[in-house]
């Protein structure tokens, strides 16, 4: 018998996790990455983190830096930085990853589904064909393949690459 470990999901499993003191997407200081936060980026206008309760292997979460919850809130330098940090981000997912596919989700407002509705952020998740089978479906719970720090140190220097390419 094979085991399936994900152990740092227990805690969101049970509803023992602690709470964020903050916004999720403004981690303290101005690093352009924090491992303890799951910070992979941070320029002057965006973010990406790896979701910490991911639904996939290499589950993103990318954000403008400034808080805001709506689109129509975001300056044109913002939307079309955090557009480019898309495209970027789903090409770093490929190459590292190797999906099938990525889903890229975006919910304005909490009845939309936003779980954090007052800071605007698009989930992208890599996806396999077959990735999930039937423990997700009978025991409502989700098995990642990797360990979220490997996943962090595998795209760490892609995303720090970014830092250095010139803005628009």
């Given amino acids: ?24 997407f403004e981690p303290p200081g101005n690093a352009s990455f924090d491992k303890p936060h799951l910070l992979l980026f941070r320029d002057q206008f965006t973010v990406a983190l790896l979701n910490r309760f991911p639904y996939a292997n290499g589950h993103l979460l990318l954000a403008p830096r400034r808080h805001v919850a709506d689109l129509t809130e975001l300056t044109t330098t913002e939307h079309l930085r955090l557009m480019q940090l898309l495209s970027s981000s789903c090409a770093i997912i490929r190459r590292h990853l190797h999906p099938h596919g990525i889903n890229i989700g975006l919910n304005l407002g909490k009845v939309a589904g936003a779980g954090i509705a007052d800071h605007l952020h698009f989930h992208l998740v890599p996806r396999w064909e077959d990735d999930h089978n039937f423990i997700t479906v009978c025991a409502e719970i989700r098995t990642i393949p990797q360990h979220i720090e490997q996943t962090f140190d595998l795209l760490l220097d892609d995303f720090q690459q970014l830092l250095q390419q010139p803005s628009p």
Avoid at 7 to 19: D, F, N, T
């Fill in 1 to 24: 018998m094979k085991a399936l470990w994900t152990p740092w999901r227990m805690e969101h499993v049970l509803g023992s996790a602690p709470k964020y003191s903050g916004c999720l």
